[in-house]
């Protein structure tokens, strides 16, 4: 009966993050969408197409964008994510628990980090690659503390299957993100806590490990892109992710204390550490206990490696992790206790998830889901509700003015033809199905003139890219990384090398999108 329960509740749950189809792609799953469309034409990601993020995001999105160009294909494959990712605490908690604590920690999760609490009602960390780490890594755990008590050849062979399946996730989510190798030492400590850890199973989860990699390493060696994969996901997202510290102490306090502050500002979080407590203690006993502590310690980890900027997709990863914690904790601490005591700490817990944050979350989501429910059904015209996420002039992002200047760039050219967005707005290339004249297909890599003593980098690359493609229609982004770095269209006109280039080749386009400048190849 309490099984049916939950999964009643959970069932709810994900209906209530359906209405988020209606939503449109992001920054970033625009800027994953041009890059797995190049893909999809048989180019190369970085050589092609740069961007800093590993090659992992770029070909799931080559593989959703294979599947539909619609919008609807990134909160789609965000729901299927939430619902494995779901299944897969559920069956770590029960095994870890008992029914209750996986039915609990399957709830927290879809509850708590439903992605509507976030700001824009979440579009901006819908189907990130930390979605798909959190994926990934949950199914790992699943399989790692599976059939503890197996015996025999069949066990055996079972052990060494399930080992080279979580080691195979692994290593997809290394592919995602670097940082995500990490999560390797969270397989393996819950296998040594669930059945003892021995030499070759540590060989085969890191043989598993190693086959994605493996294999993307050889398509980019392939390509003669080894050098371009390099510079872009290692070089770049060094200084990227330095910048935020001053010291390597900086960091480490850095990760010290914004679980804490997470924990006072996110219900997930809050419910989280109160799990990570209560098993810390009750651990000491029951090894297995420690696996989501240790998982969530991981996480913490990889977050800090990505740098200090605070962007809420970082974040993603550490979910399932902190949801795995607050289930079993709550059944470990009160699962025989009386049922007034177990009333009243539920309730109490509950009160504490609603005092967190800015703004309670249930008014959060209902509020998002009722909008974007008006939008699933029709009731709301497709404008108004992309007029929804961004848009303000301190914002870098607009969902409506992507998808104008790509309507505009679709309409004005031919296929064939080739455009530059030099900006923060590469969902303009996946509407417009074009091409971008220059692999730099969005702007801060530029900006700060990354790699400047290669002449295919910075400002001199970028031109000799114009150059030779001679775009139909270049696009300047007027507001969008200021005051981190100079904003792309005063950057651009600034620059004599792009400035003279532009107006001796192009004509102004007026009237066109509020905060963007539009120019037009002399003779078309």
């Not at 824009?120 to 755990?141: M, N, P, S, W």
């Not at 085969?204 to 994969?229: E, N, S």
Request: net charge positive; proline share 5%; aromatic share 10%.
């Amino acid at each position: 009966m309490a099984t049916r329960v939950l999964l009643a509740i959970a069932g709810a749950l994900i209906l209530l993050r359906v209405p988020s189809l209606a939503q449109p792609m992001g920054p970033d799953q625009g800027l994953y969408a041009y890059v797995g469309d190049r893909i999809l034409a048989g180019e190369l990601a970085y050589r092609d197409a740069w961007d800093q993020k590993p090659p992992g995001i770029h070909y799931v999105y080559a593989a959703l964008r294979a599947i539909s160009t619609r919008d609807v294909i990134v909160p789609a494959a965000d729901l299927a994510a939430a619902v494995l990712v779901a299944l897969c605490v559920w069956i770590a908690g029960t095994r870890l628990g008992g029914p209750a604590a996986g039915g609990l920690a399957a709830i927290f999760f879809l509850l708590l980090s439903d992605p509507a609490m976030d700001r824009y009602a979440g579009v901006r960390v819908r189907a990130q690659a930390e979605t798909f780490i959190a994926l990934a890594v949950a199914g790992a755990v699943a399989l790692a503390v599976g059939a503890k008590g197996a015996k025999g050849a069949g066990g055996a062979q079972g052990a060494v299957t399930r080992g080279a399946l979580a080691g195979l996730l692994v290593g997809a989510a290394f592919t995602l993100k670097y940082n995500a190798g990490l999560y390797a030492l969270v397989v393996l400590v819950a296998m040594a806590f669930t059945r003892g850890l021995r030499v070759r199973d540590v060989l085969v989860v890191a043989a598993g490990a190693a086959i994605i990699p493996l294999l993307t390493l050889a398509v980019f060696w392939r390509g003669g892109a080894i050098d371009d994969l390099y510079q872009a996901t290692i070089t770049y997202n060094l200084r990227y992710s330095s910048e935020t510290y001053a010291s390597r102490l900086d960091m480490f306090r850095y990760l010290a204390l914004f679980p804490i502050r997470h924990a006072r500002e996110n219900p997930l979080w809050f419910v989280g550490g109160l799990g990570c407590v209560t098993l810390l203690v009750t651990g000491i006993r029951r090894r297995p206990l420690l696996i989501p502590i240790v998982w969530a310690a991981i996480a913490c980890v990889s977050i800090a490696i990505n740098g200090s900027r605070e962007l809420p997709q970082y974040f993603v990863q550490a979910t399932p992790a902190l949801a795995l914690a607050g289930g079993v904790g709550a059944v470990a601490a009160l699962g025989r206790g009386p049922l007034a005591l177990r009333w009243t700490v539920a309730i109490l817990v509950a009160y504490g998830c609603w005092r967190v944050g800015s703004e309670p979350f249930p008014k959060k989501l209902a509020i998002n889901a009722w909008r974007d429910t008006l939008a699933l059904t029709g009731r709301v015209d497709r404008r108004t509700q992309l007029a929804r996420f961004g848009g303000r002039e301190t914002d870098k992002y607009s969902a409506l003015d992507n998808a104008d200047i790509g309507g505009f760039l679709r309409d004005k050219t031919t296929a064939d033809e080739t455009v530059f967005v030099f900006g923060f707005s590469p969902g303009s290339y996946a509407y417009a199905g074009r091409r971008s004249a220059s692999r730099f297909f969005w702007s801060r890599p530029v900006i700060l003139d990354f790699n400047r003593e290669n002449p295919r980098y910075g400002v001199a690359g970028l031109r000799a890219d114009l150059d030779t493609a001679r775009p139909a229609y270049v696009v300047l982004q007027q507001h969008d990384w200021s005051p981190d770095v100079q904003d792309s269209a005063p950057f651009f006109l600034s620059q004599p090398l792009l400035s003279d280039w532009l107006r001796a080749g192009y004509h102004e386009v007026v009237p066109f999108v509020d905060g963007f400048s539009a120019w037009e190849r002399n003779g078309r």
